[in-house]
Structure formats: C-alpha cells, structure tokens
C-alpha cells in the first residue's frame, strides 16, 4: 500500500512497505545524478547505487522532486526520466517550496536529502561528497553542513568534496557538533584522495561499531547527524599531488568567470572531469558505489540491534 502524507510527500510502495515492516532502508540524493555527473553516466550510476544497496541487505529510497511532488523512492522509470530531465532544479533546503509550487523537478542536495529522509524515519543516508565551505572571496558554506548540525542520520560519504577548503569545512563541522569518523582511518579523506593531512574526531573500522557509536551519540541528547567518512582505497584513489594542479585551476576558472551560487559545485565538478581527463569522474563513481555499500551494511547492523531490543 503507498502511504501519501499529508505534504506532497509520496513513498513509492516498496519503501513504505520496508519502512513498516522496519526492513533496513538506505537514502541516496538525487543532485548527482541531476548536476553531479554527465549523462549517460548519472543513470548508469543511479541504477548501479540501487542495485549495490540491494545486494547489501537494504532497501535504496533515491529521494528527488518529479512534478512538485517529493519522491521516497523512485521507480526505474521515473529515476530514467529524471537522469534525463531537461529543466531541473538543485533542490536543497530552501528551494522545496519553489519547486511544489511551479510543479518542477529536481534533484534533492544532501541537505535536501537528509530533510526528507528524516521525515520518512530513514536514518542511514549514502552520498559521494558532502558539501562544505568553498575557498572564495565571498561567504559561501552550503546548507549541508547545516543539516548534518541539526538531523539525526548516519550519513556515509568520502569527505568533502576535495574542490572545497577543507580545513573550514572541518572547523564548522566541530563547532556544529557534528562527529567526523574516519571509517578505517585516521585521516579526513579529501574525496578523490586517501589523504588531507586533516584529522578526524573518532576512527570505527566496523559497521557494528558505528551503529553503537551512533546510539551513543543520539541517547545523550545529540540532534546532529554521524558524519561516516570512508576514503577509496590506495589502487582507486587519485594521490592528491596529482589532483591538486586541476582543483586549483578549476576553482581560477571560476573565479574568471565569475560562478557563484548554486553553480559553483556543478562547475567545478565538471571542470574536475575535463581537466584530469575523466580520471576525477571514475574516482567520483567508485566511491558513491564504495559509500552504497557501507551505508547499507549499517542500515543491516542498525536493523539488528533493534529488532534485538524488541524480542
Ligand atoms: N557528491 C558527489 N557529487 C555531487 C554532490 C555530492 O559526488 O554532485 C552534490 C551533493 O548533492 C551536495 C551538493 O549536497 O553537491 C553540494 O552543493 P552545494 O555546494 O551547492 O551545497
Ligand atoms: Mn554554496
């Protein structure tokens, strides 16, 4: 049975059926398949995301807007025509309403993500990157940071996106109270990259021990999200002595040509692609598959530890 809430919120069946039968569900956005990647490749990653989900023991709830209407997940052929979709907007926080209200589509951003999600009562959450504190003259620190401060959710990513000020992105996240978890490691990986010289607040190497972690964290009173960052491995990352000369010539670029805004990620991410002759965007699909995975490997353990407390 499909369940319509009372905003124009519509889980797809197989999703508000996993969600009352309590079977582990995992969230993934929709901004990298609408603005994040080139076609045919966002599809084929989309479909791939799914499917990696699946073979992990989840359900995967792809969350986008198709017609004003927010999705909890997607059929194959509504994730089809959004891949494909000519007018689409990024949706984050603040642009729900413009898009329900001019009936658009969109791809939800991890912020927009997470503030469905939450609504839905998914707690695990799969990205590539998050977004963060950009390197430029003017105040730009996207709104994910602001909802990794004030939702609940295991969010798995690879870092943030390594076009980003690091360092920034990390000071805010520890003001925010957000933990940083190094999933195997002690390093915050810098995307594309094993390394940053950054920390992080904590390092789990198991599933298990983030699902505990996580309780910890909720049970004292903490509203802020566990922020999983899980780096490529040494054969799939790009050293980041060999990425550094295109970010920084990615980021002039903009500068020259004046993007701001919600631009500005899309941008860069494209010009990553361009100017590392495509090897940012294998990296860039390794790890959103990498994160499928290890998101739902969690969901599975925190399914678990709750049906254990229920017999
Ligand atoms: N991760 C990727 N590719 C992406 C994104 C994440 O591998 O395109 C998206 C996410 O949806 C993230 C958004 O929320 O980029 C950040 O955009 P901004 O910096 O404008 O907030
Ligand atoms: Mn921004």
């Known amino acids: 049975m499909n369940k319509t809430f009372t905003l124009p919120l519509y889980a797809s069946?197989?999703?508000?059926?996993?969600?009352?039968?309590?079977?582990?569900?995992?969230?993934?956005?929709?901004?990298?398949?609408?603005?994040?990647?080139?076609?045919?490749?966002?599809?084929?990653?989309?479909?791939?995301?799914?499917?990696?989900?699946?073979?992990?023991?989840?359900?995967?709830?792809?969350?986008?807007?198709?017609?004003?209407?927010?999705?909890?997940?997607?059929t194959e052929a509504e994730l089809e025509r959004l891949a494909n979709e000519q007018h689409v907007r990024k949706i984050s926080r603040r642009d729900f309403a413009t898009a329900i209200v001019n009936k658009e589509c969109g791809g939800t951003t991890v912020a927009?993500?997470?503030?469905?999600?939450?609504?839905?009562?998914?707690?695990?959450?799969?990205?590539?990157?998050?977004?963060?504190?950009?390197?430029?003259?003017?105040?730009?620190?996207?709104t994910d940071l602001l909802a990794l401060a004030d939702t609940p959710m295991i969010v798995?990513?690879?870092?943030?996106?390594?076009?980003?000020?690091?360092?920034?992105?990390?000071?805010?996240?520890?003001?925010?109270?957000?933990?940083?978890?190094?999933?195997?490691?002690?390093?915050?990986?810098?995307?594309?990259?094993?390394?940053?010289?950054?920390?992080?607040?904590?390092?789990?190497?198991?599933?298990?021990?983030?699902?505990?972690?996580?309780?910890?964290?909720w049970a004292i009173g903490m509203k802020s999200a566990v922020l999983v960052c899980q780096p490529l491995s040494s054969e799939e990352e790009i050293p980041c002595e060999k990425v550094d000369g295109a970010i920084r010539q990615a980021r002039g670029e903009a500068h020259k040509q004046a993007i701001h805004g919600q631009s500005l990620t899309p941008f860069l991410l494209e010009r990553m692609a361009k100017l590392t002759g495509g090897a940012s965007l294998k990296a860039n699909l390794k790890l959103l598959l990498n994160n499928a995975k290890l998101a739902a490997q969690i969901a599975a353990a925190l399914n678990l530890t709750e049906k254990q407390k229920v017999d």
């Open 13 to 74: 069946a197989p999703i508000s059926q996993a969600l009352q039968l309590s079977i582990p569900v995992v969230a993934l956005e929709s901004t990298v398949i609408t603005h994040g990647l080139p076609r045919p490749q966002n599809l084929e990653l989309a479909r791939e995301m799914e499917a990696t989900v699946r073979e992990n023991g989840a359900i995967p709830a792809t969350i986008a807007i198709l017609d004003g209407i927010v999705h909890i997940g997607l």
């Open 112 to 142: 927009g993500t997470m503030f469905v999600a939450l609504k839905a009562g998914i707690r695990v959450f799969a990205t590539g990157g998050i977004g963060g504190v950009h390197e430029v003259e003017t105040l730009d620190i996207s």
């Open 156 to 217: 798995v990513c690879a870092g943030a996106k390594a076009i980003l000020d690091l360092s920034a992105t990390l000071e805010y996240l520890e003001t925010m109270a957000v933990p940083v978890i190094g999933y195997g490691t002690d390093e915050f990986p810098a995307f594309y990259s094993r390394k940053s010289g950054l920390p992080v607040s904590a390092r789990l190497d198991s599933p298990p021990e983030i699902v505990a972690f996580a309780k910890a964290h």
